[in-house]
């Protein structure tokens, strides 16, 4: 069973997401760079989560978040710090589960069939904010615990595995 498919639409079951890990763990295995590493993440759960419309990572450069590795329509190049979902989760450093994008204050439509959003900061070992991870739908309310909790573990795993200096 891939990640994701049982239970009804938008809802990853906990063992979903064990599946996920190990397949996170399997193209991580020998490969320390940073970039292939988040590139291969954000294609792993946009093929293997449902009802996405955009996964990707966005690296925090000055006060500013820039785009990275994407699976989904063209994006924001650059994010203010604070501005929007992304720069609110990076400046508060916390996860972000947002039911409906278009409630949320300075909500920044990169793709305007985005109606929820979960956004996970990545944070280096040290503590310092690397960039956040952010993953759309054009579901309302399509992320739930489980899928925050989820995502949480495969950025950590994806951290501890790879060279982020």
């Known amino acids: 069973m891939m990640p994701g498919t049982a239970g009804r ?3 990853a079951r ?3 997401y064990e599946e996920l890990q190990r397949a996170l763990q399997g193209l ?3 490969e320390r760079d940073l970039l292939a590493n988040t590139a291969n993440l954000a294609a792993l759960v946009f093929h293997s989560l449902p ?3 955009w996964t990707g990572w966005y690296f925090l450069r000055g006060a500013q978040l820039v785009l990275g590795p994407f699976q989904g329509q063209p994006a ?3 994010i203010d710090m604070g501005r929007g979902v992304c720069g609110t ?3 508060q450093r916390t996860s972000l589960l947002v039911p409906d994008v ?3 204050p300075g909500h920044i439509a990169c793709d305007a069939a985005s109606r929820s959003e979960l956004v996970v ?3 280096r070992a040290d503590g310092t904010l690397l960039g956040v991870f952010d993953l759309d739908s054009p579901l309302p309310a399509r992320f739930t615990a489980a899928d925050r909790h989820g995502i949480e573990a495969a950025v950590r795993t994806l951290i501890a595995a790879s060279d982020c200096d």
Request: aromatic letters at 4%.
């Open 89 to 91: 989760a990076a400046a």
């Open 28 to 30: 991580l295995a020998g």
């Open 121 to 123: 900061p990545a944070l």
């Open 51 to 53: 009802a996405l419309n």
């Open 14 to 16: 906990t063992s979903s």
């Open 76 to 78: 924001c190049v650059r």
């Open 102 to 104: 278009h409630a949320f």
């Open 9 to 11: 639409a938008g809802v």
